[in-house]
């Protein structure tokens, strides 16, 4: 079976707010011909062909079957089916199958062990690309984009710099995410917080997290403020990094990633981690009306561009607004992720 290429075939939104925000070392995919780079999406399934495709006794005789698996499931799934439906009806020689992983990426490791691949794959996280590209699994893709006439570089550095290993691409992002802090403009108003000027600094959000947090006579949580996650976003932020590129060396150490995880770390102690943890337990999803931060059991709410949908579907009348991740000194300002 041949190396698969691994893509994300699907469309995403940004709020409006983000259309305006300046990025930083990582940030929002922005393709300089978005509508095409939807269709670049769809029809690099063709390109697939190139690369493998398994011949199926129940398709028609010069049909080329492509197996396409993917992370994706919802509305999101369902929008893709239709993209592949439309694509095999205007394709006829080919035939694409749609087989979710969601829940499950362990199959395609497994897959890629075991040599039972798929010939396209969208379940594979970013953090895990240079991994499999190293191993051999992974067909480079820049002879493809070059006989398309489309290039790495239309996404923005830090999109184009995720999906290359040593120099060549790995894969295609259609969408990706932009992290930041959502923060719910009535609690901010009722502790005396400026609903219209949320935190910038890091010093001011350790402030209005504080401000923000609510405890019964126990000590148990009512609300709390805000806890931050995910080290590897804050070490960004931070100033740090994770990979040194000129040297080829892991940086984990590097003194502004350690400072991070001892800021994070400092939240742990400050709110007891155990009743942090003992609060989360009573969350519901943000799938559904009793996320959390729908119903004022968090004030601050760390997430991406797909938390508008389900506010929208969920919590339609909250007021809410959103922030950049505020810096500490010396740090990058206007820091997201992207993957």
Not at 190 to 216: F, H, I, K, S, Y
Request: hydrophobic share 40%.
């Amino acid at each position: 079976m041949a190396r698969p290429w691994i893509g994300k075939l699907s469309c995403g939104f940004l709020p409006d707010p983000l259309k305006r925000h300046s990025s930083g070392e990582t940030a929002s995919m922005k393709l300089s011909r978005p509508i095409r780079g939807l269709r670049a999406g769809v029809c690099a399934l063709a390109a697939a062909l190139g690369l493998a495709g398994c011949a199926d006794e129940t398709l028609p005789p010069g049909t080329v079957e492509i197996r396409y698996w993917t992370g994706w499931t919802g509305d999101e799934l369902n929008a893709q089916k239709r993209l592949v439906d439309e694509f095999n009806r205007t394709h006829p020689r080919i035939r694409v199958r749609v087989l979710s992983v969601a829940g499950s990426y362990q199959k395609v490791r497994i897959g890629f062990a075991g040599g039972a691949t798929p010939d396209v794959v969208s379940a594979v996280w970013a953090d895990e690309l240079a991994g499999y590209a190293a191993r051999g699994v992974l067909r480079p893709l820049d002879p493809y984009l070059a006989r398309s006439g489309r290039s790495i570089e239309e996404y923005v550095p830090g999109v184009s710099r995720m999906l290359q290993f040593e120099g060549r691409p790995y894969a295609l992002a259609v969408t990706t995410n932009t992290n930041f802090i959502l923060f719910n403009k009535k609690i901010f108003r009722e502790v005396g917080l400026d609903p219209e000027r949320p935190p910038r600094t890091l010093e001011e959000l350790d402030a209005a997290a504080a401000a923000c947090t609510q405890r019964n006579r126990d000590g148990s949580f009512v609300r709390y403020g805000y806890r931050p996650t995910g080290l590897m976003q804050w070490a960004y932020v931070f100033g740090g990094q994770w990979y040194d590129a000129a040297s080829g060396e892991v940086t984990a150490n590097h003194p502004a990633n350690v400072r991070a995880l001892d800021w994070m770390a400092s939240y742990a102690a400050k709110y007891d981690v155990t009743r942090m943890q003992n609060f989360e337990a009573t969350f519901g999803s943000n799938a559904t009306p009793n996320g959390p931060f729908f119903v004022g059991k968090v004030a601050m709410w760390q997430t991406g561009e797909w938390a508008r949908a389900h506010l929208t579907r969920h919590a339609p009348n909250l007021e809410y607004g959103w922030f950049p991740f505020p810096i500490p000194p010396g740090g990058r300002p206007s820091t997201s992720g992207a993957g």
